[in-house]
């Protein structure tokens, strides 16, 4: 048993002797949001016990979190690989725990309290370490815990599409955390402060550049800035991938042709895993975005996306490493309804992608929209790894400014039932699951403090997708900004009220991809003259002076039969389907007799009104808060929530204004009329918005 004890008792050190760190309290600072949710960094007064059994850096930074984060009267704590010969008395049921689970539990050992925290790895150590924290941080009970948990799903990547110049597509927090330029000489102390976020929440991988990728990337100048990169991830148990341009044989290497049959390109690929290898050995594999919004592909050459697929992964399978292949796919060519396009295409593919190949497919069937049924890909490929992939970036949510909470929009997805075999859910679909990251250079990484908390959401989410929005927003506000419980509960009602007014001011009742032009910012109804049909937001809503919304049913493009039988019986009926997706499945007249009496129109109009006063009611909840949060964070919150206020009502009287246009039905008694005439709303440009494609 003796060996057991912590290291400071079996050598006789007075406990004292451990408090390393000056007892001051540390200077009051404005709080810029740099820490996230994890407390301020640096030295602090605190000093809890910690002792390691182990020497690994991934171990030292594990017990440097605790001894930082920990209250300094904490119960002590040991921190050892399930393996180590000192805790076997102790019987720990560590079996289950795979490679990343962690156990946090009590025990007395020779009369002394301690928390043990294990696992079977070391990163499942950092990964117990930071969930103690997290549960003090929330206020929990120390003394006396026992947690355990395991990912559901292994491999939980966050996706940047950062550029090689720095610019970000549909980023909204500043260039790109990567300083490619200087890279791989200098490493900004900030590539290690992000991978110990994503370590935080149980991250374990990145993608570092765009899906619409440059063929460069693979370069030998930029494997070795990759490779730096993942030199200061690995401790924190976080992967490299890179996006893969397909074409890049010939970009590259000089071929002429990039055909996955065609030998040469196959040994292109296996020289060029072979070199990436060399210089990272844990690479986690290639993202490919392929024959999609103008990338190239295997369809190029009259191959199929297995085609090209299994050729990545053959280069990669000696390594262990995997292929992300998109089934992000539409063609203009293609005259029937985009939503259908990925399923048409991969389904018949189920079965014929190799083992390390996980298909990915986004959580909807359109593009990240506020508000989507499940992609119907879900479910229907039980012979083929999937990921889903959500935007944790707010491309259509309001970028940085809107205060939209995404927690309840992944876990909405997630929880859905495929309905094609019992119990399934898209989220226990999945072998990996992927975030667009919303990560940049600005100083509170987000763009704002409530963007983090998207961040946060969805890595809890990719850990365990059966947790509660609710609860992580709590355990986030708790540890964001430390509040007394009334305020942490005002902050969570925000939160969890927020991304169903962005669904409302934008677009209700299944209203989707009515945003302006390029940039998405702003409403765009009415845009009807981009080159490509599904371009159009027209495309998308359909109305007109009779009705609104897009029939997907047997009479119009019967996506609805994509779906599992059950499911796709009851959408294919408008009084059996959800009212907060009626017109994503059918187009109805705008007198449709919606489930509290109103008419469709009717209830249009007051969605819109209660997007807008639920902003304004965000605004005056925060405002509440102003004495008891940081001047700097407060401030800069109550700014964004005013441009919130403003656009939120501009979107509304744009979209009344338009569909007012159509259907020429007057606006209820009572109800105020938009600001401007439609063409004032028509006028608006914006060739500055940030996070445009380049
Ligand atoms: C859309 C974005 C575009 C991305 C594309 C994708 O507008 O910038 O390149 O998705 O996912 O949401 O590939």
Redesign the pocket.
Known sequence: MNSARPLWIRAGLAASALLVGAATAPPARANDGYDLWLGPQGPTAAAAKVEVIGTSRTLAIAAEELRKGLPREATPVLLARAGEPALAPLKLATDQLGNEGYLVHSVTLSGQRLTIVTGNTDVAVLYGAFALLRHARAGGDTANLTLASTPRIPVRVLDH?DNLDGSV??GYAGQSLWDWWTLPDYKDPRYADYARANASIGINGVVLNN??AKADSLSAAYIAKAAALADVFRPYGLRVYLSARFSAPMELGGLKTADPRNPAAAAWWQAKADEIYRAIPDFGGFLV?AN??GQPGPRDYGASHADGANMLAAALAPHGGVVMW?A?VYAETDPTDRASQAYAEFKPLDGKFSSNVIVQV?NGPI??QPREPMHPLFGAMPATRLAAEF?VTK?YLGFATHLAYLGPLFAEALDTPTERRAGETMGSSLAAIAGVANVGRDRDWSGSTFNQANWYAFGRLAWDFTLDPRAIAREWTLQTFGLPPAATDKIVAMMMRSREAVVDYTGPFGLAHLFGSDH?YGPGPWIDDLKRPEWNPVYYHRADRNGIGFDRTARGSNTVAQYAPGLAARLARPETTPPELLLWFHHVPWTYPMPGGETLWQAMVRRYDHGVAEVDLLRREWASLKPQVDAERWTKTDAYLGIQQREARWWRDASLAYWMSINGLALPAGVRKPDHDLSWYKQQHFPFAPGG?R
């Open positions: 599409w597509e549909r899906v619409n975005k999609s919004e998109r992000f986004k593009d990240f935007q491309e998405h494609p």
